[in-house]
């Protein structure tokens, strides 16, 4: 067979989408050093001349090298022609922070440290801290150096200056949620490698690809659906959806952590994580900190009746009203560049027969899944936590040989992830153990006093703050913690029903968590997968916190006056 038709096939771009969504990709990459077509396809023999000459007795000269090969510009144009010419040494520059970011960044937390006064209700390391934290999270913004590298960077000050411990700085590295976010990275390399995120995103394609709006309604409202039997958002954006996403956006030719990003993968990713928030707050069972919720209210004597059914109706309305303006609203806000595809169900139908029936890695894939669903959902009968059961998914995987050992070590954004979100979930924890949380809380408490507000004045005041506070936090559930039963305290100190102040608690709870890349779990696996830039995150995140505050606020307020919990 000839050569040229061999490789014309073997690298067609049907076959190279294949083999970029079922391997993992080579260490020399075509789109990184781009040949010539000619030469790549046909390239030119190799010519060999001979002499007589005893001292060169054999000369190779290769045509092939000389397409890739940069000319060298010589020291003096004398010698140009001279093919031992001494050549220009390559010039070498300092590659480092950015200095007008890290200027800022740093000028932050030294105001902050050094001009602001102290609080006397807080103590020097409380304060210092807080300005460690200050301008880690400017340095996130304004990306000085990498995300995990700025992280360290304010990680090793806390230990330098002798504000944290050692022990005490890197105690969240065992964070649990964390090891699942970073597992779920994982999840996500097998759902690629095996083919099967492909499969599934091809179906999404065949019954719902004429738009890119209507791939998002639709992973939407599959999320909506399985939210109940898998409380754990992480677990549902690293194990479910980032892979389907993922495989969606690589066949449409949309890159992480490349200008076709916006082709379709960075909408795609920020519908999902602004939609996630709705369908955790749409069901009692959707996430861990619904549960924590009321077990806090009802310490302070607030007991919700009937507690799943009282939930989901009151919930129901601004919930279905979210899920469904949120993804149109986005796709105005940050269209993708590939809205229409007319033709993809046509398409994915014949790429479905062309990829032939499931593989045995693919069943492997499944019933993993479904094991780790089934034990996600039955977790407290089990006594298995949610972290464990992902580690037990993830041996399986490595056990019959889906995954290998080398396929966890070369998914650069689990580690990375589990660097940067693991300074920044201690950093947070100490904030709290160190009373800068409850000095804000009392803040806020006090001016509520002096301004003698109604009750549903200080509803929303104290509502906004709860929310504007996450901004402190790299967990939900670190927040429910810290905070919950104190904003609730003064809910009631002010006036507000107890059912209707810790009902609208526990679904803010949930509505922030897509505010930043480190507000919560799913925040943090979504931004990892690279299709979205930090300003951008941080620029949606405000928008979209406040158009779901403004639905819950307004029409949840009828709504729940028409229920009767006020």
């Known amino acids: ?45 190799i010519t060999t001349t001979t002499t ?203 890159k992480p952590n490349h200008p076709s990003a916006r082709k379709l993968g960075s909408y795609l990713i920020q519908s999902q994580l602004q939609c996630a928030g709705n369908s955790s707050a749409l069901f009692l069972t959707a996430a861990a900190q619904n549960l924590l919720c009321l077990k806090l209210a009802e310490e302070l004597g607030v007991v919700i009746a009937d507690p799943w059914i009282s939930w989901f109706k009151a919930a129901s309305l601004p919930a279905f009203i979210s899920l ?27 790429k479905l027969d062309l990829m032939g029936p499931v593989t045995t890695n693919e069943w492997v894939m499944i019933a993993t899944m479904l094991l780790a669903v089934s034990l996600w959902v039955f977790g407290d009968a089990t006594g298995i936590s949610s972290v464990v059961t992902a580690m037990l998914a993830l041996s399986v995987l490595l056990l019959l040989g889906v995954l290998n050992w080398d396929d966890c070590l070369t998914e650069k954004s689990a580690w990375d992830t589990l660097a940067w979100f693991a300074v920044l979930v201690g950093m947070a924890a100490q904030l709290t153990n160190l009373g800068i949380v409850t000095w804000m809380s009392n803040c806020v408490a006090s001016s509520l006093k002096s301004l003698s507000l109604s009750w549903p004045a200080a509803f929303s005041v104290l509502q906004a703050a709860y929310f504007l506070i996450h901004y402190m936090f790299a967990s939900q559930t670190g927040h429910v913690g810290a905070l919950y039963s104190a904003f609730l305290a003064m809910n009631l100190a002010a006036g507000v029903p107890g059912a209707l102040a810790a009902l609208a608690l526990a679904y803010n709870t949930n509505l922030f968590g897509a505010l930043t890349h480190y507000s919560s779990g799913q925040a943090a696996v979504y931004f990892g997968a690279g299709y979205v830039d930090l300003p951008d995150v941080f620029r949606l995140g405000f928008i979209m916190g406040c158009v779901n505050a403004v639905i819950w606020v307004v029409v949840g307020g009828f709504w729940w006056k028409f229920l009767g919990l006020y």
């Open 324 to 350: 469904l303006l949120t993804p149109y609203l986005l796709y105005k806000l940050y269209p993708p560049e590939t809205k229409d595809t007319p033709e993809a169900p046509a398409m994915a139908a014949k």
């Open 52 to 254: 007589t000459s005893s001292s060169n007795p054999l000369r190779l000269r290769s045509s092939l090298l000389t397409p890739l090969a940069k000319p060298i510009r010589p020291f003096s144009a004398s010698s140009s022609n001279d093919d031992n010419s001494i050549t220009e040494p390559p010039k070498t520059q300092l590659q480092g922070a950015k200095i007008v970011p890290l200027a800022l960044s740093l000028a932050i937390g030294i105001v902050v440290r050094f001009f602001i006064p102290k609080p006397v209700e807080v103590t020097e390391q409380a304060w210092q801290l807080l300005s460690i934290f200050l301008s880690t999270i400017a340095g996130l913004v304004l990306s000085p150096l990498p995300v995990g590298a700025w992280a360290f960077l304010g990680l090793t000050t806390t230990v330098l200056t002798k504000t944290l411990t050692f022990e005490t700085a890197f105690s969240a590295f065992t964070n649990e949620v964390i090891w699942l976010i970073v597992i779920s990275f994982f999840f996500a390399r097998g759902f690629v490698k095996t083919g099967l995120g492909d499969r599934i995103a091809t179906y999404f394609v065949k019954w719902l690809g004429k738009s890119t709006l209507g791939l998002s309604y639709g992973l939407t409202l599959s999320e909506a659906l399985i939210a109940p039997a898998m409380p754990s958002t992480t677990a549902r954006a690293g194990g479910v959806f980032l892979p389907i996403i993922k495989s969606l956006s690589l066949s449409a030719g949309s």
């Open 1 to 45: 067979m000839d050569s040229t038709i061999v490789f014309s096939t073997a690298f067609s771009p049907s076959s190279r989408i294949s083999l970029h969504l079922r391997s993992r990709p080579p260490p020399f990459s075509t789109a990184k050093y781009p040949l010539h077509k000619t030469h790549f396809f046909s390239p030119p023999p």
